[in-house]
């Protein structure tokens, strides 16, 4: 006999979706998707990727070795097309992109269900991508969703175990959400913490910066594991004090996905702070990776932000006197070691 979850599970329909992104996490979304949907529309700015996805069944760029049924796939690179022909929306595009790929936008998105599978920053506004939404664009508070928990791409693609946090404000709707995500390899938890989440989302990009330029630098295991230890507390008072509310910070999707982000080799934002402690440049590392490193533009983002709250953040103006003021990381990371315990 089904359980009540399951029947919920079996009787709501999210209307028709629509992934927007051609990147890996895009892909990887557009793979969980498909276990439970007999099709999807999806967004790409270019169509020239699109014709090679077609002409190849898998994204020519990102996680090339994943197959697609495309004839389960309505392509298109008119956003206000996909707009209007879908219900609910996945934005997964890198933060900085967010508002070029909505300038054309003329359809409404005040009777959508808008996703945001982004874990950035919106750059000049600094808003987080929820409240873009809502104050530029008019979506209602209980239609904006965020997708987060600690899920590379690149093991969605391989089907590993992996664990993903809906929230929204109004729980009932995530619950339902939360069947469209689960297959054998997703599993899902649900939370109302929208604020929290998101900016726990851009604050482990930085500290994941921080933990690469310390990894270029050679310091070990064990310094590594105090300065996490302290991220988690700095992302803890950040997030108290932006949006305060009863959180446990050691769930998954808070810490959960600073751990994966800091330690992980598939993570771009250590990948990039590493090639910082190595020695590169800001500009040639970011030539060199080819790929967005969201902690880049977050980190400036949070600084000014944090302008309003002043709360104590020694990470994060190490990572910022690096990125933006070229200090050195050996001094900077020194001066660091005397402020963390």
Same mark, same amino acid.
């Not at 760029?61 to 609910?88: A, C, H, P, Q």
């Not at 302290?230 to 997030?239: G, L």
């Given at each position: 006999?089904?359980?009540?979850?399951?029947?919920?599970c079996?009787?709501?329909?999210?209307?028709?979706?629509?992934?927007?992104?051609?990147g890996?996490?895009?892909?990887a979304?557009?793979?969980?998707?498909?276990?439970?949907?007999?099709?999807?529309?999806?967004?790409?700015?270019?169509?020239?990727?699109? !014709?090679?996805?077609l002409?190849?069944?898998?994204?020519?760029?990102?996680?090339?070795g994943l197959?697609?049924?495309? !004839?389960?796939?309505?392509?298109?690179?008119?956003?206000?097309?996909v707009?209007?022909?879908? !219900?609910?929306?996945?934005?997964?595009?890198?933060?900085?992109?967010?508002?070029?790929?909505?300038?054309?936008?003329?359809?409404?998105?005040?009777?959508k269900?808008?996703?945001?599978a982004?874990k950035?920053?919106?750059? !000049?506004?600094?808003?987080?991508v929820?409240d873009y939404?809502?104050?530029?664009?008019?979506v209602?508070?209980?239609?904006?969703?965020?997708?987060?928990?600690?899920?590379?791409a690149?093991?969605?693609?391989?089907e590993?175990?992996?664990?993903?946090?809906?929230a929204c404000?109004?729980?009932?709707?995530?619950?339902?959400?939360?069947?469209?995500?689960?297959?054998n390899?997703?599993?899902?938890?649900?939370?109302?913490?929208?604020?929290?989440?998101?900016?726990?989302?851009?604050?482990?990009?930085?500290?994941s910066i921080?933990?690469?330029?310390?990894?270029?630098?050679?310091?070990?295991?064990?310094?590594?594991?105090?300065?996490?230890s302290?991220?988690?507390?700095?992302?803890?008072?950040?997030?108290?004090?932006?949006h305060?509310?009863?959180?446990?910070?050691?769930?998954?999707a808070?810490?959960?996905d600073?751990?994966?982000?800091?330690?992980?080799?598939?993570?771009?934002?250590?990948?990039?702070?590493?090639?910082?402690?190595?020695?590169?440049?800001?500009?040639?590392?970011?030539l060199?990776?080819?790929?967005?490193?969201?902690?880049?533009?977050?980190t400036?983002?949070?600084?000014?932000?944090?302008?309003?709250?002043?709360?104590?953040?020694p990470i994060?103006?190490?990572v910022?006197?690096?990125?933006y003021?070229?200090?050195?990381?050996?001094?900077?990371v020194?001066?660091?070691?005397?402020?963390?315990?």
């Amino acid at each position: 006999m089904a359980t009540d979850s399951e029947k919920q599970c079996s009787e709501y329909s999210p209307g028709r979706i629509a992934v927007c992104g051609g990147g890996s996490w895009a892909t990887a979304i557009a793979k969980i998707l498909l276990s439970s949907q007999d099709s999807i529309n999806w967004y790409m700015r270019r169509q020239d990727q699109i !014709d090679e996805f077609l002409r190849l069944s898998k994204n020519p760029s990102y996680l090339t070795g994943l197959k697609f049924e495309t !004839d389960r796939i309505n392509f298109t690179s008119k956003i206000n097309e996909v707009v209007k022909n879908s !219900d609910t929306l996945i934005f997964a595009t890198p933060s900085p992109f967010l508002k070029m790929h909505l300038k054309k936008l003329r359809q409404s998105l005040k009777t959508k269900t808008v996703v945001t599978a982004i874990k950035g920053i919106v750059p !000049d506004e600094n808003l987080i991508v929820t409240d873009y939404f809502q104050q530029f664009l008019s979506v209602p508070k209980d239609n904006l969703v965020v997708l987060a928990g600690p899920c590379h791409a690149e093991e969605v693609a391989l089907e590993r175990l992996s664990y993903l946090t809906i929230a929204c404000s109004n729980r009932e709707k995530a619950r339902k959400l939360a069947c469209v995500f689960t297959n054998n390899y997703i599993k899902t938890s649900t939370t109302d913490d929208v604020t929290g989440i998101e900016y726990a989302s851009v604050l482990k990009n930085v500290y994941s910066i921080a933990a690469g330029i310390c990894h270029g630098l050679k310091y070990g295991d064990n310094f590594q594991a105090v300065l996490i230890s302290n991220a988690i507390q700095e992302m803890q008072r950040f997030c108290n004090a932006v949006h305060p509310l009863h959180r446990s910070i050691d769930e998954s999707a808070y810490l959960g996905d600073l751990l994966v982000t800091a330690y992980s080799k598939f993570s771009r934002n250590r990948t990039f702070g590493t090639m910082i402690g190595k020695g590169y440049s800001v500009k040639t590392a970011q030539l060199e990776m080819e790929m967005i490193a969201e902690g880049y533009y977050g980190t400036k983002c949070i600084k000014e932000i944090n302008e309003c709250y002043h709360v104590k953040m020694p990470i994060m103006e190490f990572v910022y006197n690096v990125l933006y003021n070229r200090a050195s990381p050996i001094l900077q990371v020194r001066a660091l070691t005397e402020l963390i315990r």
